[in-house]
């Protein structure tokens, strides 16, 4: 049960767009349509930002969307803001009753 | 309003034993599956493990098994996770989180507030 790999950081300006990417192996991202992708601000729980790879929990913004294409998925925000700026995790079902977590990524808003 | 609240903080010294509780109001306990997930400070999510508290099965993550378990007391509506020979690398804030549905492979989408772990002599 590695951890799914993301990059550490990313950044934009208000107004732009940024995708975090989120690879696995087939037998968790590539293999179930169980990607989930997590908010979490500084002292907070993480909050459920899109599952089944694509939809969005009622009350997100439709700023955040998402993808994937065989092992890699991918959260896009577009229309960046100030309060995007968190940690974002990835997660997805692994067969076998388990889920595993990438490492999290850290978006700046410059 | 489906709301998840852990119990508190603890201290505890290397090589005893953690009980944590997460009590679920607005909703019964035997509703979808509870995961936890840990994240030690300055660091990332990891699972933990699960448990169907309509059947109580349980399944643990590779790192935790022999350490861990799960279990609950629908009588409460509470979950409880057990963590056994703690370590000073288990100090971190230890969540449980609702999955949206009852089948495993769902997302999560309500968590409790989180219960701070300290291992430390």
């Known amino acids: 049960q590695s951890a799914l790999t993301q990059p550490r950081s990313v950044s934009g300006s208000p107004g732009q767009s940024v995708t975090i990417s989120c690879t696995g192996t087939?037998?968790?991202?590539?293999?179930?349509?169980?990607v989930s992708w997590y908010q979490q601000h500084p002292g907070k729980a993480p909050k459920l930002m899109i599952y089944d790879v694509g939809k969005r929990p009622s009350g997100v913004p439709d700023r955040f969307s998402g993808s994937k294409s065989g092992n890699t998925a991918s959260l896009i925000i577009s229309g960046l803001q100030a309060e995007d700026e968190a940690d974002y995790y990835c997660?997805?079902?692994?067969?076998?009753?388990?889920?595993?977590f990438g490492g999290g990524t850290k978006l700046t808003v410059l | 309003q489906v709301q998840l609240v852990q119990s508190g903080a603890e201290v505890k010294k290397p090589g005893a034993s953690v009980k944590v509780s997460c009590k679920a109001s607005g909703s019964t306990v035997t509703t979808y599956y509870i995961h936890w997930v840990r994240q030690a400070p300055g660091q990332g999510l990891k699972w933990m493990g699960m448990i169907n508290p309509s059947s109580i099965s349980t399944t643990y993550a590779q790192n935790f098994q022999g350490r861990v378990t799960m279990t609950r007391d629908t009588s409460t509506s509470t979950v409880y996770m057990a963590l056994t020979s703690l370590r000073s690398d288990d100090t971190a804030v230890y969540y449980c989180a609702r999955s949206r549905s009852d089948y495993e492979g769902d997302a999560v989408d309500i968590w409790g507030q989180g219960t701070m772990v300290t291992v430390s002599s």
């Open positions: 997660c997805s079902y692994a067969g076998s009753y388990t889920v595993v």
């Open positions: 087939s037998s968790d991202v590539g293999g179930y349509n169980y």
